[in-house]
């Protein structure tokens, strides 16, 4: 068996820090068992449970294809505990074979003895399928740190049959569960194609973006799109920051624009418990970017179900407002064509009723005809990209929403964390470690 070598070429920038990890390209893993942590949580039918979008699946085929000297098994989750669409994957393992055009084993087990078993028969090429690991208690429970995820059962018996751990699941990279963080405790971990792919272009968006870069943040999760623009602008990655929908509410009622009870009380809600810190934060970032701050000049309101336009001035208005106005729309779409980065997260309304559709229908088509290199933040706002088939069009549409608006806020992923620790804790002694396995 040739010797494995490894290579701390993998570089990104994360929270301030020189991250530094391994990849699937560093080591030589032929004849290796492989865990392999993906993220192929997929829509179902209501009715049947029959998987609507495979493209998550599709997703990691790059790496799975990289290991076909390798014995792997699988990891995944399908939904959680009671949602219901919280099913075995024995569904997506007959959707991974179909795309391969190979078999994929699948067990009904996680981490007790048929697991180990069925593990321990794999011959190099072939593909084992884990039960949906959140049916396992140790991967839904609360964890303070990674050393207390590293030491449950789970993490513990899967790491006693495998020689080392490979994280492509970016869309989960902002959790600390067991199957997401644990094994970086007891095997070498390394990143896999997908995990690779989203960190260089998340990086090289936040080092270096093409000027001008602007950001354009929106939708209801108001608390996650204020921490990621007040970070893009402190950072000096964007020039300038363009909010509509909820985001775009809150901040005009910063600029002293009363937008009516209604409202107001819907954003309260929405926040909840983060109203203080989410307002305080929103505060402190208009205080000090305000010229960088594009605020919407008219908006839409829904009045007894028809869309009606209303300029800044005429506010307030006692109907829920669920759009941009037409000129706001209009000056949006000038800026995204001549920008040179885009960075956007959230839809500009009510994107499911069609008469509120128009403003983020009008943004993501400036988009797709724009040069600029966009990038699209998950979430609904990927979704809508896929159904409007403006994919190709854009510079990377990510994976993960929460993950990657936890990357862009400047805060460290528990998962990348766990594979630089894995690194500093395998990386000396890391070919000794797999070749006596």
């Known amino acids: 068996m040739p010797k494995s070598t490894v290579l701390l070429k993998n570089r990104i920038r994360l929270a301030n820090s020189m991250a530094r990890f391994l990849s699937i390209d560093d080591l030589n893993l032929e004849g290796k068992t492989v865990l392999l942590r993906v993220d192929i949580n997929c829509p179902l039918d209501p009715e049947t449970n029959v998987i609507l979008d495979n493209n998550r699946i599709n997703m990691v085929l790059p790496t799975i294809n990289k290991l076909s000297q390798s014995k792997i098994v699988v990891i995944?989750?399908?939904?959680?505990?009671?949602?219901?669409?919280?099913?075995?994957?024995?569904?997506?393992?007959?959707?991974?074979?179909?795309?391969?055009?190979?078999?994929?084993?699948?067990?009904?087990?996680?981490?007790?003895q048929k697991a180990l078993r069925a593990i321990g028969k794999l011959q190099n090429g072939d593909i084992l399928m884990?039960?949906?690991?959140?049916?396992?208690?140790?991967?839904i429970r609360k964890y303070p740190d990674i050393q207390s995820a590293s030491e449950c059962s789970l993490v513990e018996n899967l790491s006693s049959v495998a020689d080392v751990y490979v994280n492509d699941a970016f869309a989960c990279a902002h959790r600390g569960s067991p199957s997401m963080v644990g094994f970086s405790r007891h095997l070498p971990c390394v990143a896999g194609e997908l995990v690779k792919k989203e960190l260089a272009i998340l990086e090289k968006t936040i080092e270096a973006p093409l000027r001008p870069c602007i950001g354009i943040f929106g939708g209801i999760k108001v608390d996650d799109s204020i921490l990621?623009?007040?970070?893009?602008?402190?950072?000096?990655?964007?020039?300038?920051?363009?909010?509509?929908?909820?985001?775009?509410?809150?901040?005009?009622?910063l600029d002293g624009v009363d937008i009516g009870e209604i409202n107001h009380d819907f954003l309260v809600k929405e926040l909840g418990s983060k109203w203080t810190s989410t307002i305080s934060l929103a505060k402190a970032m208009v205080r000090d970017f305000r010229e960088k701050i594009m605020l919407p000049v008219d908006v839409a309101a829904n009045i007894e179900g028809e869309r009606v336009d209303f300029q800044i001035e005429k506010l307030p208005v006692e109907s829920p407002l669920f759009d941009i106005g037409i000129h706001s729309i209009r000056m949006l779409s000038r800026a995204i064509k001549s920008a040179g980065t885009i960075v956007m997260n959230g839809p500009a309304g009510v994107f499911e009723i069609d008469d509120f559709a128009l403003g983020t229908i009008e943004m993501l088509n400036a988009c797709a005809e724009s040069n600029?290199?966009?990038?699209?933040?998950?979430?609904?706002?990927?979704?809508?990209?896929?159904?409007?088939?403006?994919?190709?069009?854009?510079?990377?549409?990510?994976?993960?929403?929460?993950?990657?608006?936890?990357?862009?806020?400047?805060?460290a992923l528990p998962s990348i964390v766990a594979l630089e620790m894995?690194?500093?804790?395998?990386?000396?002694?890391?070919e000794k470690s797999i070749e006596n396995r």
């Open 76 to 112: 995944a989750h399908q939904s959680r505990p009671g949602k219901k669409d919280f099913i075995s994957t024995l569904t997506h393992a007959r959707e991974l074979s179909r795309l391969l055009g190979r078999p994929v084993q699948w067990v009904e087990d996680i981490h007790g």
């Open 130 to 139: 884990l039960n949906n690991v959140r049916m396992d208690a140790d991967e």
């Open 228 to 253: 990621v623009a007040d970070n893009m602008l402190r950072n000096g990655t964007c020039d300038e920051i363009w909010v509509v929908g909820g985001v775009g509410n809150l901040l005009l009622e």
């Open 372 to 411: 600029a290199f966009t990038i699209v933040g998950g979430g609904h706002t990927a979704t809508i990209v896929k159904q409007r088939r403006l994919g190709k069009k854009m510079g990377h549409v990510s994976t993960g929403g929460g993950a990657c608006l936890m990357l862009l806020s400047g805060k």
């Open 422 to 430: 894995s690194a500093q804790l395998f990386s000396m002694g890391i």
